[in-house]
């Protein structure tokens, strides 16, 4: 069975640009959420949808937003990007929202 | 208060010996419990599960739960230094909530 899949791996943009960032779920798994990484820094959460509906959002700006689709694959955007947004970005995916998450190998944004 | 909270370490210890890593949650109503292991510059990676009072093995590592006290721990015996990791404990109720991670190194 195939992991989470994260697209891209590796993303290096400008400050003011927007980026979109992609996550297939684990085959069967409906709950896909998001997290925000930096270095010596915890798992920060983004957000959490379950059947295309944002079910929890963590303390960010608007300009993170996200949206899950029928096949429960999930993106996320970030808008005019700061250089504060350089982070590892981690898609995680379980069952259903109280089951186990299993994680992607994330997404590496740099923003110069 | 966070809902979930671990030392921050580093925590070092000798190749061979018992590492302890800690870890206390704020809600009562927690069901669900987990430690994962993340390698520097890779994503987390489930070790253990555990949902009711007591202990859970596997292999090298204990996951213990105390849910009158709010806390969970995890013991790996035999510490080797592949070992070296964070590790973040994770707790569900209704969302999943993750601490800052307990930094371990283990030293040969």
């Known amino acids: 069975k195939a992991g989470v899949t994260q697209t891209p791996r590796y993303l290096i943009k400008t400050r003011g640009q927007q980026v979109t960032l992609s996550c297939s779920p684990i085959?069967?798994?409906?709950?896909v959420s998001w997290y925000q990484q930096t270095p010596g820094q915890g798992l920060q959460f983004l957000f959490e949808?379950?059947?295309?509906?944002?079910?929890n959002k963590g303390n960010f700006p608007g300009r993170f937003s996200g949206r899950q689709f029928s096949n429960s694959r999930s993106e996320m955007n970030v808008s005019t990007l700061e250089l504060g947004d350089s982070a590892l970005y981690l898609c995680?995916?379980?069952?259903?929202?109280?089951?186990?998450?299993?994680f992607g190998a994330g997404t590496r944004l740099s923003v110069l | 208060q966070k809902e979930v909270e671990q030392n921050s370490g580093p925590l070092s210890v000798p190749e061979g010996a018992i590492a302890s890593l800690n870890c206390t949650y704020s809600?009562?109503?927690?069901?669900?419990f987990f430690w994962y292991r993340q390698y520097s510059g890779k994503s987390p990676e489930l070790i253990m599960s555990?949902?009711?009072?007591g202990d859970k093995e596997d292999g090298r590592f204990t996951a213990q739960l105390n849910k009158a006290s709010q806390y969970v721990s995890l013991l790996i015996r035999d510490s080797q230094p592949s070992d070296s990791a964070t590790y973040l404990c994770?707790?569900?109720?209704?969302?999943?909530?993750f601490g800052s991670g307990t930094k371990l190194n283990v030293k040969p």
């Open positions: 995680a995916s379980s069952l259903d929202r109280v089951d186990i998450q299993y």
């Open positions: 555990i949902y009711s009072n």
């Open positions: 809600d009562r109503v927690s069901q669900s």
């Open positions: 085959s069967g798994h409906r709950s």
């Open positions: 949808y379950f059947s295309e509906t944002q079910r």
């Open positions: 994770a707790v569900n109720f209704n969302k999943f909530y």
